[in-house]
T-cell receptor
Framework: NAGVTQTPKFQVLKTGQSMTLQCAQD?????MSWYRQDPGMGLRLIHY???????DQGEVPNGYNVSRSTTEDFPLRLLSAAPSQTSVYFC???????????FGSGTRLTVV | GENVEQHPSTLSVQEGDSAVIKCTYS??????FPWYKQELGKGPQLIID?????GEKKDQRIAVTLNKTAKHFSLHITETQPEDSAVYFC????????????FGTGTRLQVTL
C-alpha cells in the first residue's frame, strides 16, 4: 500500500528517556516533514527535509533531531523526553515542496 | 513569519445545509493555500488547494475562494452529509519555502441529521 507509514502508533515514555519515531514513504517523494499536533494549536512544523542528506528546522525544533540518509525514511529522535513533548506527531511527504502533502496516521506520544 | 487564523473553531450544521470556514493569513507573499480534513484517529488528508493566481476552485461539493487583497480564503461545503463531520485545517505557504506549511488551528464540523 502506497503512503506514509509511522511507527509506533502509541508510546509512553518517562521523562528523560530517548526514542525514535519512525517514518517511511514508498512514493519516492523528495520532501518530508514532521509536525506535532496539540489541542487548539493546529499542526506545527518541527523539522523538514527537501531530499536525502538535507534537513532543516521548522517552527518548534528544540528537543528533536532528524536525519535523512535515504529518500524513503525520515526518523524523528527525541533526545531527552519532557512532558511538554506529549503530543500527536505526524509525518508527511510530498513530491514537490508545498504541493499536496500526504500525511501518516500519527504517533500518539505521552511523556510522564 | 506567517500567521494563519481560522474561524470558527466549531461549526454545527444540519445535513443538507452549507458550511463555510474562513482563514486569514498575514504574509502577503504566501501563494499556496491547501485545506485538510482530519477524521478521528487519522492523519490530515488534503481535500482541495488553491494558488494565488486563481480566485476560486471547485471539486464537487467543495469549493475554496481566495481574496488576495484581503488576505483571506474560505472553504465552502455544500449539501453537507454526516461523513463531512471532521476537523478541517487551512494552511498557507510562500514560494521557495519548501515544506513550510503554516496551519490554522482547525474547525470541528459537526453535521447533524
Amino acid at each position: 500500500n502506497a503512503g506514509v507509514t509511522q511507527t509506533p502508533k502509541f508510546q509512553v515514555l518517562k521523562t528523560g528517556q530517548s526514542m525514535t519515531l519512525q517514518c517511511a514513504q514508498d512514493m519516492n517523494h523528495e520532501y518530508m516533514s514532521w509536525y506535532r499536533q496539540d489541542p487548539g494549536m493546529g499542526l506545527r512544523l518541527i523539522h523538514y527535509s527537501v531530499g536525502a542528506g538535507i534537513t532543516d528546522q521548522g517552527e518548534v525544533p528544540n528537543g528533536y533531531n532528524v536525519s535523512r540518509s535515504t529518500t524513503e525514511d525520515f526518523p524523528l529522535r527525541l533526545l531527552s523526553a519532557a512532558p511538554s513533548q506529549t503530543s500527536v506527531y505526524f509525518c508527511a511527504s510530498s513530491w514537490e515542496g508545498d504541493y499536496g502533502y500526504t500525511f501518516g496516521s500519527g504517533t500518539r506520544l505521552t511523556v510522564v | 513569519g506567517e500567521n494563519v487564523e481560522q474561524h470558527p473553531s466549531t461549526l454545527s450544521v444540519q445535513e443538507g445545509d452549507s458550511a463555510v470556514i474562513k482563514c486569514t493569513y498575514s504574509d502577503s507573499a504566501s501563494n499556496y493555500f491547501p485545506w485538510y480534513k482530519q477524521e478521528l484517529g487519522k492523519g490530515p488528508q488534503l481535500i482541495i488547494d488553491i494558488r494565488s493566481n486563481v480566485g476560486e476552485k471547485k471539486d464537487q461539493r467543495i469549493a475554496v475562494t481566495l481574496n488576495k487583497t484581503a488576505k483571506h480564503f474560505s472553504l465552502h461545503i455544500t449539501e453537507t452529509q454526516p461523513e463531512d463531520s471532521a476537523v478541517y485545517f487551512c494552511a498557507a505557504s510562500r514560494p521557495g519555502t519548501a515544506s513550510k506549511l503554516t496551519f490554522g488551528t482547525g474547525t470541528r464540523l459537526q453535521v447533524t441529521l
